[in-house]
């Protein structure tokens, strides 16, 4: 039998039949998680898959994802990561807006997808589970698969798709195709984000239970393993069962969303009281808005082991919190992290000084270039000495703490997840008997945001919202249709034609209130 060199290089040669990840029952080893990921590899690259290929990766959170990032890696190539609940023709967009060569979907019934990217000419689509015409298995490619020795350092790259200000998907990189700076700049950054290791190290047991088609997900895996320790996946995640794997498999460490938080805090106190927890001695949330009154909650039941971290696709993570800071200041988002450079500024772009609002402006070691296919950040989201423009408001107060108060951009983050307006109202725009749509997020007790829909009817015209959720079946994933729609007479948009949202959302609140 071939010997394989071990990779990625952080596999513990002296132990490589250790358990680095579990899902469930199944288990996978740093040998098996090797030896698969080159036998893939080898699959791939016999069907076409070269250096430097994107290849379109649209997967929950399981074991498989594993081997294809690290079979990827060994090609050299880069994963383009696809949220499995958009539609297929979401998906459509960002295979073909990223020019993806190859697809690894994750689809229970993969026949709409395929149909949908058929104009592709993808090279080869791999299904994880399910057969179907026009997908070749996953365990089959592994399966036959020759061990060929392929080596690679880390996981592969990725390519992460949000949202503009269009409305229109675009592409941002991450990992090995960001900017480089200075070695020692980049890991003194990465060392302060990490809360120089208290998010992981030696021995530590990490639950991943968040999405791999976004940043952090694919991130902890792999910082995880890479500081010696192993990994428990949650396929979908229910909030008692979260609390059963951490007792299970005495978690250390988890990276949690509000929505989740806030899902068990609303587990029967008898329920809650049936786990021991007291092995968790990190847990971070971030992603959405993390009230004061989450963080108190979530302290009493798991106790001073809660972080905050604040960050952007674009610029890496930004700022953080420990449980002395947020004990000391419960509402604070948390200090810069080492490397970063806020910079608070007014309507017109001027610095304004310590407890005044403004918008955040940051600069980063991990600011993106630009996006696929779209050329460098424009003077809109950058300034001409390198701070980007968050589009969020805050302030700092005498000690340099950020406190984050609402967003200026129209993103709706509901339960951990982005929810981009743009794309939602182009989509109800194409009904016939509606003459406009502005959609905006309100206050929701257990997601922090969801969407809501104003809709302007052409003249004449009777439209249900029952109407509308048939129009969008199939066109738009449901996590992001509006949870109610209002009729309105008209839309106020100013002289120039936009939307004036902060009416709405002026109106829709006083009207709640009455």
Not at 253 to 276: C, F, G, N
């Amino acid at each position: 039998m071939t010997q394989l060199t071990p990779s990625p290089d952080f596999a513990p040669l002296d132990d490589l039949d250790a358990v680095c990840a579990t899902e469930g029952e199944r288990t996978l080893t740093w040998r098996s998680w090797n030896e698969q990921a080159d036998r893939l590899a080898s699959s791939l690259a016999r069907r076409g898959v070269k250096e430097g290929d994107r290849i379109a990766v649209r997967s929950h959170t399981r074991l498989e994802w594993m081997v294809v990032s690290l079979a990827v890696a060994k090609l050299k190539s880069v994963i383009v990561a696809v949220n499995y609940r958009l539609s297929p023709p979401e998906s459509l967009y960002i295979a073909r807006d990223c020019e993806v060569t190859a697809a690894i979907i994750d689809d229970e019934d993969p026949s709409d997808l395929v149909a949908a990217w058929e104009e592709l000419g993808l090279t080869v689509i791999v299904s994880m589970d399910t057969p179907a015409p026009g997908v070749e298995l996953l365990a089959d490619l592994i399966a036959e698969g020759e061990p060929e020795d392929r080596h690679s350092p880390a996981l592969a790259p990725l390519i992460i798709y949000s949202s503009g200000t269009t409305g229109a998907p675009k592409g941002a990189p991450l990992g090995g195709l960001q900017t480089q700076v200075d070695d020692a700049v980049r890991f003194d950054y990465m060392l302060s984000v990490l809360f120089d290791m208290a998010a992981g190290g030696p021995g530590n047991k990490t639950l991943i239970n968040l999405p791999m088609h976004h940043g952090a997900g694919p991130s902890y895996t792999q910082f995880a393993l890479q500081t010696g320790g192993s990994v428990v996946f949650q396929r979908r995640f229910d909030a008692e069962e979260a609390l059963r794997l951490i007792e299970t498999h005495g978690i250390t460490h988890w990276v949690a969303v509000p929505t989740m938080l806030q899902r068990i805090l609303k587990l029967s106190p008898e329920v809650r009281d049936r786990y021991d927890v007291s092995t968790l001695r990190f847990l971070m949330g971030g992603a959405a808005p993390f009230s004061q009154e989450l963080k108190t909650a979530a302290t009493e039941l798991f106790g001073q082991v809660i972080y905050e971290i604040y960050g952007a696709t674009e610029t890496g993570m930004i700022a953080g919190a420990t449980p002395e800071l947020l004990a000391r200041k419960p509402d604070a988002t948390g200090l810069p992290f080492r490397r970063v450079e806020l910079r608070i500024v007014d309507a017109d772009g001027n610095e304004v000084p310590p407890g005044v609002t403004g918008e955040i402006t940051v600069r980063t070691p991990n600011i993106i270039s630009g996006y696929i296919g779209r050329g460098p950040l424009g003077p809109d989201k950058i300034s001409a000495d390198g701070f980007y423009s968050t589009g969020d408001v805050g302030h700092v107060d005498e000690e340099g703490v950020l406190f984050i108060y609402d967003r200026i951009t129209d993103m709706i983050i509901a339960g951990g997840v982005n929810i981009y307006p743009a794309e939602s109202e182009a989509v109800i725009a194409t009904h016939p008997r509606v003459a406009n749509v502005a959609v905006i997020g309100v206050p929701d007790e257990d997601h922090g945001e969801q969407p809501l829909a104003f809709v302007q009817t052409v003249p004449g015209a009777v439209l249900t919202a029952e109407e509308l959720y048939s129009f969008l079946d199939g066109k738009l994933a449901k996590y992001k249709w509006p949870r109610s729609f209002e009729f309105v007479e008209e839309i106020p948009t100013n002289s120039m034609g936009k939307t004036l949202k902060r009416v709405l959302r002026q109106s829709h609140l006083e009207g709640t209130k009455a």
